[in-house]
């Protein structure tokens, strides 16, 4: 007597739904010291215009670590940099992105490593429900942190729409006549303004010393 083995029923392996992308924005910021405060006006104003005013506080403290680790890493943390020091500065991103139910801070930068104290960042742990950070193939490195939607223990509707920051621009028509500004070659002219920025510079280091 044969016994033939029954076959198992094959079972649909599915992945989850990846979470909706609802919105984004982000800014592109000089890695200088003014860019930890143009990151605060940036993470404020978004945040109210998502009308998520209850999330500014611990979202402008993790951007802000960010940022400042960013700096400090690639750009020029002194406060006044002369205008000479500012050739090839690198530039870092801030980028928020709403994900679902969660919200998501990013702060890029050019500099591949990356390196914390005991392998954290401090508010990252406190504030965020999780983080990491990865290489994009265009080079440099991102670090984000994921932060809950939830009030209270309730999760922000997801059929709720999130307005944008800024309205969507129209196409402008130009008016017939209208001839393009001319772009000034005047080598002369320019070299005159490379040497008074130079005199001025000369003048605000000796006033230093």
Known sequence: MTVLAERPAQVAMTRPPRPELRVRSEMQLAALSTATV????????????????????????????????????????????RWTELDG?????????ILG???????????????????????????????????PP??????????????SGSSLDQTQEIPRVLPRRTRKSVPKGVQPIEVMNDPDMLRRVMDG?????????????
């Open 197 to 209: 920025l130079r005199n001025l510079d000369g003048e605000s280091g000796e006033g230093a010393t």
């Open 101 to 135: 139910d969660n919200l998501i801070v990013e702060v890029a930068d050019s500099d591949p490593e990356f390196t914390a104290t005991g392998g954290d960042i401090p508010l990252t742990r406190s504030l965020g429900k999780r983080w990491n950070y990865y290489r």
């Open 138 to 151: 265009a080079g440099g490195k991102i670090v984000w942190c994921e932060l809950p939607l939830s009030v």
């Open 38 to 81: 143009c990151a605060q006006l940036f993470t404020r104003y978004t945040l109210q215009a998502w009308r998520l005013d209850h999330l500014i506080e611990p979202v402008e403290k993790l951007t802000t670590e960010l940022v400042i680790r960013a700096v400090r890493t690639t750009g020029i943390i002194e406060p006044n940099p």
């Open 89 to 97: 500065l690198k530039l870092i991103l801030v980028r928020l992105v």
